[in-house]
């Protein structure tokens, strides 16, 4: 098959990094896959690293016909057979390709309230959702479920998993072997719940000082708040305890290094990425009962669950995993399986082409 990406968002987070993934996984598997997208987006520049075939294009801006004709031409040139969009300027982009009767996937991958339902009524052919809470937001305004597919988030085992070497890190930050490792992996946003992880840590190593703290990720646009949570720390005087580490292509490496994974988001969240890769790892995950999070982090199964917001019972949780091995073995042995037996990159892929493949 013949598949146009395309995503008008200039940010680098979970939503372009899975994009890119899937565009490189389409060709490397038998299929013509592009990636459209501006060219001085992090997606542009990543995708190009990854080894997605990047086309710069300004999808910045919904009404520019003559993007919307180059979008149409290209199709018609190359065979496309289905575009997969991810975002709103470039689902409008390409509804002239979709008049053409080039059938048109939208990828909604956010739990936001839904804006703009007609165009996922009469703007798209069908439209994929990355988790069943996203799905079940567009059936209650109005969308027919038979035109909502939900494909979760997949992990690639071969690069996430119990084997993976971390032992460099321990190295890097000077690292005693008796130390808890905790981590957080998100990009730096206000919706990703990074001030109340903090905040939490500060409140266990007022009781338990051999654990250290790891923010993986670094702020966007706005780099406010990062300079918030480094001052918070040195306020703190935790310097010694709380890491944030910036942008890391090692996320494998910090999974395996960390006893377990935070993810403290309060809005804006699907499955995550964050959670397939942990589980993949064979390591347990304290996660907010946030968008689509509890449809993998099943509570007291794998995980622990807590509410959004509330960084004492995000504490209680992390430090109850420590502090009792049986638990911890047996969360993290039923997050491995899970893992094993429906996360992987190649199931979700043979989801999106059986999808692809339909139309």
Known sequence: ??????????????????????????????????LLCHSNSQLY??????????????????????????????????RVNVINTHGSNDSTLCLISYFFSIPLVRSRQITNPIKKILAYKYGCTHIIAAAHIIKKNLVSA????????????GVDVNEFNPAVDSAY???????????????????????????????????????????????IGEGTDNKNLEKQLHALIKQYGLEKNIFITGYREDIAAFTHLADLVVVASIGTEAQSRVVPQAFATRKTVVSTDTGGLTELVKNEYNGL???????????????????????????????????????????MMANTLKLYESF
């Open 45 to 78: 520049k990543k995708g190009k690293v990854l080894g997605a075939n990047v086309i710069a294009m300004d999808l910045t801006r919904s009404w520019r016909v003559d993007i919307a004709i180059r979008i149409l031409f290209f199709c018609l040139k190359n």
């Open 169 to 215: 890190l321990r190295t890097e930050f000077a690292l005693a072997d008796s130390d808890d490792v905790v981590v957080n992996i998100s990009m730096i946003r206000e919706d990703k719940g990074q001030v109340y992880f903090l905040e939490a840590a500060r409140i266990i190593l007022a009781q338990k000082k051999s654990i250290k703290f790891f923010i």
């Open 305 to 347: 669950v807590i509410p959004p917001k509330n960084a004492a019972a995000m504490a209680a949780a992390v430090l109850r995993i420590l502090d009792d091995p049986q638990l911890k073995q047996k969360l993290e042995n039923n997050a491995l399986e899970l893992a094993k037996h429906s996360l992987s990159f190649d199931t």
């Open 1 to 34: 098959m013949n598949i146009l990406h395309t995503e008008c968002s200039m940010n680098w987070g979970g939503q372009e990094f899975r994009t890119a993934l899937e565009a490189v996984y389409l060709n490397q598997h038998g299929h013509k896959s592009w």
């Open 142 to 153: 109005g969308i027919n479920k038979d035109k909502t597919t939900v494909v979760g988030e």
